[in-house]
């Protein structure tokens, strides 16, 4: 590639190739999954939880990532799923460590329900659980896209598919934008022969103003079609890098407020339950 380095080739060096179904990803190697994590996720699978990985977690599947020491999940608002998460948590010794309470109505609000792991194995790994998010499609949806990882010979896990990654990581946090960069390069480089439903992906996501100066020249006819969806778009095709570079700021501006926008009253449900007393932590 040319005009711009990324990250992207970090996905390459742990080993990772998709497999010939194209809807699963094999990892033969996995040195950043460490091991607390692992025990968590298997913990989670043998209970049958229904639950996708996103967060820190997935962007290290990804190649977007080296290291995370939290577990994010979106999982599938029912009692009978919420029930078989309870007994996972009590299997990994869990406490909620904060409000809202751990009740299946809070979930399906959009707040998240957090978790700290007292396990021997799993020590002081948090675990954040969601079912609703901004922007992002019900679960059921995400469930269809689900994306497969497989490390060694029996060890599956399910996370969100890239995409609706993306979407969720679309947040006010500045450290969200610059994991959304570094996904997408690590896509790209990944995936050297796309289809055109990838590169317009690429276009339509990608925040590295070289490389959609690159994207809109390899895929010119796609790039001009998608110029009335992304204005960026524009900009890349005139290598307009200085413009480029202030509609991606527009666009993130745009999410933050909207994020923004999304959680305040959440926020404010959370101040009124603390208004009331309740225990800020408990076991499950």
């Not at 290290?60 to 029912?78: C, K, M, N, Q």
């Not at 050297?192 to 992906?201: C, E, N, R, S």
Request: aromatic share 6%; charged share 30%; glycine share 8%.
């Amino acid at each position: 590639m040319s005009g711009w380095t990324g990250t992207g080739s970090r996905r390459q060096s742990v080993g990772t190739k998709p497999t010939s179904s194209g809807h699963s990803t094999s990892l033969q190697e996995a040195p950043s999954i460490q091991n607390p994590i692992r025990k968590v996720l298997s913990t989670l699978n043998s209970c049958g939880v229904r639950a996708l990985l996103m967060g820190g977690q997935a962007c290290v599947l990804y190649g977007g990532a080296e290291f995370s020491r939290d577990t994010d999940i979106a999982i599938l608002a029912s009692d009978e799923n919420v029930e078989l998460l309870r007994g996972a948590l009590r299997r990994l010794a869990a406490r909620r460590i904060t409000l809202p309470p751990f009740e299946l109505q809070y979930l399906m609000r959009g707040h998240a329900v957090h978790f700290r792991c007292y396990h021997a194995e799993a020590m002081k790994i948090r675990i954040d659980v969601m079912s609703l998010m901004r922007g992002v499609d019900p679960f059921e949806q995400l469930w269809e896209r689900r994306q497969k990882f497989v490390i060694g010979e029996d060890e599956e896990y399910t996370a969100l598919s890239l995409p609706d990654l993306i979407r969720a990581k679309k947040t006010q946090r500045d450290k969200d934008w610059p994991m959304i960069r570094r996904l997408i390069e690590a896509d790209y480089v990944a995936h050297p022969d796309p289809t055109t439903q990838k590169a317009a992906f690429w276009l339509l996501e990608s925040r590295t103003p070289g490389m959609l100066v690159e994207l809109s020249e390899r895929f010119r006819g796609l790039a001009a079609s998608l110029k009335n969806v992304r204005t960026a778009l524009g900009h890349a095709e005139a290598g307009d890098l200085a413009g480029i570079e202030a509609e991606l700021e527009r666009e993130a501006q745009a999410e933050r407020e909207a994020d923004h926008q999304y959680w305040e009253p959440l926020r404010r449900e959370l101040e009124a339950l603390r208004g009331l007393g309740l225990e800020l932590e408990e076991d499950v």
